[in-house]
């Protein structure tokens, strides 16, 4: 299949009327795919109603079918259509971070969306995404869109249309591309259907936002202990993977260059994912810097780029410094220890 790509400006008045929005529309009320931009990476979206559609995002993802999708609506009044009830706390959640980066589970109207898109599970995951393209699109459709992250299940997620098509290319059919996108990792979940609200994933929306409007949250036991079940089910999978094997290192810089040294005496092409501020102080085939380390957010939006990035120059190993697990630093651990399948080293 030919995959089209629409460009569009984000900062075009009207987008809703845009022509390239009004053509992906069309393939998304066909019940065809079209890759979106969010403010937190690119999404696959379909008609979340149409088995059919939800069927070919599974396919051209290769997402293994018990992992629920996020359904994505352009306004709050369409959750009335799926969802049986929206408690207090959600409701105020709404208010606050809406349109944005946080993903609320709700109890589901069943009969309504394509059982494939929430996995047979009596919850749905919704979110109100925060970008004009998204925005428009899901506007013109006038559908809810199932839209997980727009990459081959297991990869990086994407942050710009190219590594949209470096994964997808031929399996979708087209992209928005509406250049790089900004929070740069995946929404937080938060799951509202218990008196407490559990954060199943970290994002970007932090833990202490969320509590400075609803009061206590708690974690999914998960995210602490690897030994428990993850509540959402995609939290299980191993994801965000370089194609070289990466540790994380927790120790000094002398020590982490150590290690990369050790590792070229045994012949190996190593790299290195440090920040701005530590770039000079490594020597490796390839030192990248991911953001600066005193502004965190600026390495959530670099991390999935960064981690593409080793796969183009062939490193054979990938040594990663760590980062402090508060705010959304919290997200940017999470998936720098999913991307490296929990290996670390400690000095
Ligand atoms: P992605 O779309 O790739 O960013 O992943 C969506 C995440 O939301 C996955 O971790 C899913 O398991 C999770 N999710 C979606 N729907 C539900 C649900 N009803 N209950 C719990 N987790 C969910
Ligand atoms: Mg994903």
């Not at 809703?16 to 795919?33: G, I, K, S, Y």
């Amino acid at each position: 299949m030919d995959t089209k790509v629409w460009i569009v400006d984000k900062y075009v008045d009207k987008l809703e009327n845009n022509p390239q929005v009004v053509d992906a529309a069309h393939f998304l009320r066909e019940n065809e795919v079209v890759a979106l931009p969010t403010e937190t990476v690119y999404g696959l979206g379909g008609n979340a109603e149409s088995d059919e559609a939800v069927a070919k995002i599974f396919m051209a993802k290769g997402r293994p079918s018990d992992n629920p999708l996020i359904i994505h609506i352009a306004d709050k009044q369409q959750l009335t259509r799926f969802v049986k009830e929206v408690p207090e706390k959600a409701e105020r959640l709404m208010d606050k971070f809406w349109p944005g980066p946080l993903t609320i589970i709700f109890k589901k109207k069943h009969g309504i969306l394509s059982e494939k898109a929430t996995a047979g599970l009596d919850t749905v995951a919704v979110r109100l995404p925060d970008h004009p393209v998204a925005l428009a699109l899901l506007q013109a459709c006038q559908l809810p869109i199932a839209a997980p992250s727009a990459n081959s299940s297991g990869k990086p997620s994407p942050t710009n249309a190219g590594h949209v098509l470096d994964d997808l290319n031929g399996k979708i059919s087209g992209v928005l591309d509406g250049g790089p996108t900004g929070v740069g990792v995946e929404s937080t979940v938060i799951d509202c259907t218990e008196s407490i609200p559990v954060i199943l994933r970290p994002g970007g929306v932090t833990k202490e936002q969320i509590e400075a409007v609803i009061g206590e949250v708690q974690l999914d036991p998960a995210l602490l202990d690897e030994a428990s079940k993850p509540k959402s089910p995609g939290m299980k999978y191993k994801h965000y993977a370089p194609d070289a094997p990466l540790y994380l290192v927790n120790g000094s810089k002398v020590f982490l260059q150590e290690l990369v040294e050790e590792k070229q005496r045994d012949g190996l092409r190593v790299g290195i994912l440090t920040t701005k501020e530590n770039r000079s102080e490594y020597n490796a085939a390839l030192v990248l810097a991911c953001g600066k380390r005193s502004e965190l957010e600026t390495v959530a939006t670099a991390l999935y780029d960064t981690l593409r990035a080793f796969n183009q120059e062939k490193v054979d190993i990938i040594f990663s410094e760590m980062f402090p697990n508060t705010g959304v630093g919290h997200a940017i651990m999470n998936r720098l220890q999913k991307a490296a399948g929990n290996r670390i080293i400690n000095e």
